[in-house]
């Protein structure tokens, strides 16, 4: 890994809580850029990604016709990231995709999985993110990405940047389940979809899951997208995020995690999403979120 491309999610439109679309410039401000460079990589920040819609208070949240909060919005800015996306991986470099809501994984798996004949999904996150329109108990369409890039859901947003469905369920490993809904739970049976609880990490201990999700995906991909919502971290380790689950990840675990994907080399991509800063304290969650991805990097867990 040469290089690597920052590119800013400044989105909030697939959740309600405002203030998430600050989280690429709080990483920022807590020297995502210096600690990726001290692994000898060189960094191209090219900015934030902005959609034509103005994110405001009074209309924030909305729901479509369709049951979507925010639709238009999120198409919208879905295909100006997707197109960032790919002109990153066309490049030569590592996008690594800061947030913003996690309905920003609609743009960027959109852009990066064409460049890849079978690209697996490591889902880091308390959530499953498998709802579509029907199934979905808000409309918030952050609960819904996952479920779209596999080809399920609304027509538009399955087909942003390219026609069709982005990934194969069967390449997708979730880690950190703890907060599913029923059509999820059902989707993950109907599809086998490889699912490790937080149950399952406290019975096999991270590093066993880790190489086992590896493994897993290893033998059929030929690129491995990692998405990283901070809110697979327990609450008191990331307070700053939009939808905490208690009896989650320690970030210790989590650093080793990075550090076990770091020396695979398998990591082709990565999202890093719903840091919240005017949820947070101090900055605090930003800066662990800076540590995850450093450690992703290169940086060694002590």
């Not at 999985?113 to 579509?132: C, F, K, R, T």
């Not at 890039?149 to 390449?171: Q, S, Y």
């Not at 907060?179 to 590093?207: A, C, V, W």
Request: glycine share 10%; proline share 4%.
């Amino acid at each position: 890994m040469k290089r690597v491309d920052i590119i800013g999610a400044a989105t909030a439109f697939g959740q309600p809580k405002l203030g998430v679309d600050l989280g690429p410039d709080a990483l920022r401000y807590a020297n995502l850029i210096e600690e990726i460079e001290k692994m000898n990589i060189k960094v191209n920040d090219k900015g934030n990604i902005y959609s034509d819609f103005k994110v405001e208070a009074s209309t924030h949240s909305r729901r479509s016709e369709n049951n979507l909060k925010n639709y238009e919005q999120v198409v919208d800015f879905s295909e100006k990231l997707a197109a960032a996306a790919d002109e990153s991986v066309k490049s030569g470099a590592f996008p690594l995709v800061i947030g913003g809501d996690h309905s920003l994984s609609i743009g960027s798996l959109a852009g990066i999985s064409p460049h890849y004949d079978n690209l697996g999904v490591i889902w880091y996150d308390a959530h499953g993110d498998l709802n579509d329109s029907a199934s979905s108990p808000s409309g918030n369409i952050h609960g819904m990405p996952l479920a779209i890039a596999c080809g399920v859901g609304d027509e538009n947003l399955v087909n942003i940047h390219k026609t069709g469905a982005k990934i194969k369920p069967e390449n997708v490993v979730l880690i950190g389940m703890r907060d599913l809904d029923e059509g999820e739970t059902r989707y993950i049976k109907d599809q086998n979809i490889l699912t490790y609880t937080m149950r399952d990490i406290r019975e096999k201990g991270i590093s066993t899951v880790m190489s086992e999700a590896l493994e897993y995906l290893e033998a059929k991909t030929d690129g491995i997208h990692l998405s990283l919502d901070v809110d697979a971290l327990d609450p008191e380790e990331t307070p700053g995020t939009g939808t905490p689950v208690g009896e989650g990840l320690s970030l210790w675990e989590t650093l080793l995690a990075m550090n076990i994907l770091h020396d695979s080399g398998s990591i082709t991509s990565m999202d890093l999403v719903e840091v919240n800063p005017l949820l947070d304290e101090g900055n605090m969650t930003a800066e662990k979120a800076v540590a995850m991805a450093s450690a992703l990097f290169g940086s060694k867990q002590k």
